[in-house]
T-cell receptor, first 112, second 117 residues
Framework: GESVGLHLPTLSVQEGDNSIINCAYS??????FIWYKQESGKGPQFIID?????DKRQGQRVTVLLNKTVKHLSLQIAATQPGDSAVYFC???????????FGTGTRLTVIP | NAGVMQNPRHLVRRRGQEARLRCSPM?????VYWYRQLPEEGLKFMVY????????ESGMPKERFSAEFPKEGPSILRIQQVVRGDSAAYFC???????????????FGEGSWLTVV
């Protein structure tokens, strides 16, 4: 069911360290996954995506890992910077669907 | 986020009033999605529209909420007789492709924050 009014999970890291943000997705039929970054007062920004025929994908400073067996997704950010401070959401969908299902989100705080 | 324009960015309404939120998609995009975000929560899908057609409104509340995307002009999300529980951020996204949004081709606007007092 939906959770209402719960505080976001938080992750605090030192500047320069690596960050790992986790997401458990709900639908075993989902075959496309996206990570978004949302800064305060702004809309979600695309970071990286991955399809279910892959288990790893790398971008610039970011890596997404997909474990379909346990329905788990993670986002790794290398050499975290203060500008990375934001809320990070994973989103899932099924090929042919019209919408994305967003997870609860994790608030990342980078300590200078 | 560049290109998807939403207005107003902030809107305050008294209970019982109407709220109208507008979304102009990116140039060349004819597919519009509306999502709602409550504080400290993820975005929840509301409706998917193409020009002059509602394709999927499975996330829209059955009463008081409506959406349109006319042939000319922006997409409008309309909330009649607002209640305090309608207070949220409403995000519009647009895509050039139909059906399943692809992560690097769906773009979100900056959102409209509705506060009902």
């Amino acid at each position: 069911g939906e959770s209402v009014g719960l505080h976001l999970p938080t992750l605090s890291v030192q500047e320069g360290d690596n960050s790992i943000i986790n997401c458990a997705y709900s639908n075993s039929a989902s075959d496309y996954f996206i990570w978004y970054k949302q800064e305060s007062g702004k809309g979600p920004q695309f970071i990286i995506d991955i399809r279910s025929n892959m288990d790893k994908r790398q971008g610039q400073r970011v890596t997404v890992l997909l474990n379909k067996t346990v329905k788990h997704l993670s986002l790794q950010i290398a050499a975290t910077q203060p500008g990375d401070s934001a809320v990070y959401f994973c989103a899932e969908t099924v090929t042919g669907a019209n919408n994305l299902f967003f997870g609860t989100g994790t608030r990342l705080t980078v300590i200078p | 986020n560049a290109g998807v324009m939403q207005n107003p960015r902030h809107l305050v309404r008294r209970r019982g009033q109407e709220a109208r939120l507008r979304c102009s998609p990116m140039k060349g995009h004819s597919h519009v999605y509306w999502y709602r975000q409550l504080p400290e929560e993820g975005l929840k899908f509301m409706v998917y529209l193409q020009k002059e057609n509602i394709i999927d409104e499975s996330g829209m509340p059955k009463e008081r909420f409506s959406a349109e995307f006319p042939k000319e002009g922006p997409s409008i999300l309309r909330i009649q007789q607002v209640v305090r529980g309608d207070s949220a951020a409403y995000f519009c996204a647009s895509s050039p492709h139909p059906g399943q949004p692809s992560g690097n081709t769906i773009y979100f606007g900056e959102g409209s924050w509705l506060t009902v007092v």
